[in-house]
């Protein structure tokens, strides 16, 4: 219980209230120093003290604000967190069997500064599924088994379950400990890549970079749109392979018809295209004035649409369009 200021009087608050008793010796002089030295620093809350009537020993009674392993006041009180503590705790899983790379690991989390921080780590080669046969050097799509570590605030650890992070890209680097280590901390410190760890083929012992699943495996660049998995300057590069696969016979709509499909920004934006005219069935005229006619017609394959699990565009069924004939236009 603590005391609380209530109009004029104190009186204790409904709450049960957790507090840390620091146990002291049964010497008096000592206790009272003890306390006058606690009752200044300003982190210590500390609400009094009592006595075991048991063992006679003074006990001060404080908040608990206090790591119940290290005795340390937690980095974040309100989480319950402790740097320290935690930080040692993840020592236990650095086992690359390397020491230059375990090195580098526990440096890396001794950056470690706040609970949701993420945890660089090692991570077994046998975490991940799924992993896509690629070139060797770029980055390949998996599933890491368990995911990363996240602060139970309940238990005081980190745990893993995260659905949703379990996407990851590897990228291959050679068999070399020290160009490694030196590629880890160039990407280590660009903001805009997220890496959980390192981990080691046991096969050809080629050590992987864990990222976050963000960057297009194609080129290594962060996707314009996550979710879909949309990588603008690989797709504007798609197009313009296809550029020799159609033309309309016309220099100039070729021309339009390009520049229009390299202002792309987003994976749903259309993909202006030239049409051939044998993909349209059932023309029907609905619509005639002075200087146009309006025809409904089913474009046969449908328009061109974005598949963010191949990472291409397809076309996926007939479409109902309308046809706007101009008379003007010849
Ligand atoms: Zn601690
Ligand atoms: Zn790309």
Known sequence: ?????????????????KVSLKDLQNITDA?????????????????????NPDTKDY??????????????????????????????????????????????????????????DLVFEWIPYNQFNDIEKKSKYSFTAAIWKDGPLKYNRDKKLYERGERSHRNVSLKHLQ????????????????????????????????????????YCEKCG????????KWCKPCQIDNLK???????????????????????????????????PYNQFDYIKEIDKNGCSTVYS??????????????KIYKRSQCFKVALKYSHNSQ
């Not at 219980?1 to 209230?17: A, F, P, T």
């Not at 017609?297 to 191949?310: F, Q, T, V």
């Open 1 to 17: 219980m603590q005391l609380k200021i209530n109009k004029k009087l104190y009186e204790r608050g409904r709450k049960r209230h």
């Open 31 to 51: 206790f009272l120093n003890e306390v006058k030295s606690y009752s200044i620093k300003k982190p210590y809350i500390l609400y009094g003290i009592t006595q």
């Open 59 to 116: 006990i001060m009674v404080l908040d608990d604000e206090y790591c119940g392993k290290c005795g340390e006041r937690y980095t974040n009180v309100y989480i319950k967190w402790c740097k320290s503590c935690q930080i040692d705790n993840l020592k236990s899983n650095i086992v690359s069997g390397n020491e230059k790379i375990d090195n580098l690991i526990q440096e890396m989390q001794l950056k470690i500064n706040g609970y949701n």
């Open 175 to 214: 068999n070399n400990t020290d160009a490694f280590l030196n590629e880890v901390k160039s990407y280590s410190i660009k903001k805009s890549y997220i890496l959980y760890g390192i981990t080691q083929n046991p096969d050809t012992k080629d050590y992987i970079m864990v990222f976050k699943d963000e």
């Open 221 to 228: 660049e962060k996707y314009a749109d996550i979710s879909c």
């Open 241 to 275: 392979i296809n550029f020799s696969n159609w033309t309309s016979g016309n220099e100039k709509i070729d021309d339009l018809i390009q520049e229009m499909q390299l202002e792309i920004n987003k994976w749903n934006d259309i993909v202006f295209e030239w049409i």
């Open 297 to 310: 017609a089913i474009w046969k394959e449908g328009p061109l649409k974005y598949d963010e699990n191949e």
